[in-house]
């Protein structure tokens, strides 16, 4: 039982000490290489922004900062103890120190950490940009709606119908972008060719049965099977139901990151209205939301 015992003891102390040296070696490879201590000022609202490190890019909310020297908004990520509400304008100081570790998956990192809150003030910030995303984030993540739309008209006399749908910039969105971002609850970009963003807002997605979809889609069939329905709405505010565009939308998963997308509006009764004499049966519009 003696025996025993010191044996115990003696795997124990083995493992310990691994873990001291294991624990010191870490320490070692982890090296200070800066430290400063500024002043922040933080926005009253997180907002749509990409956390880059060297094998990933994330997208998610950050916050929006202006320090001592500057007076335009920029984003941050995490803020280490620090107790966040929306609505709040705050002035906070924190540390912000940089490591080096060659053991680690991004050898070179920045931690930042609350020292102090100011100030904390219950207001909406000014100024603040709709986003934090880069202009090659959206070229190389985020599909967009491709205006270049098919069509389909079932009517007696369909050649105004037909001009119509080709003149009329809206259905091309006037010549800008939309660009979905599939995060979440996903948010939507109106871009113009300089990446300027015209609107933007929040896509709500919501369940729908394929009995609920008019006959007239039926003139532009998928050659797919397998399906999944649904309802895309673009809103711009807190009101779901104050939408700026709305789809019905059919998609089929090609692989886990490839989701292909087909954008649906019945626009019958739009052209019954418009063309009364042209005896319109049905008209029908699909986009492709395009991959990248």
Known sequence: MKNRNFLVMLFMAIFTMIGVTSCNDDEEDKKV??????TLTVASAKLPGVLTSSDNNVLTDVYAVKNEQSTDWEAQGSIGKFEYEEGYEYQIRISETNYLGYRMGDPAWTEYELLEVISKEHKNSENLP????????????CPYINPEFAYAIDADKKEDIENDLKTNSTYKFGGLRYYIA???IGIWFLQDDDMHTVEHGVLIRKSKELTEFPESYKLLPLEIKNYEFGEFNFVTSDDTE?????????MYVVAPQIVDIWLYKDLTAYYQRKYPAADVKAVVIRYEVKNL
Do not use: L, S
């Open 182 to 184: 599939f995060y979440g």
């Open 242 to 250: 104050d939408y700026v565009m709305q789809y019905d939308v059919f």
């Open 33 to 38: 290489t800066g430290y400063k201590e500024y």
């Open 130 to 141: 709709p986003h934090f995303i880069p202009d090659w984030y959206f070229e190389q993540y």
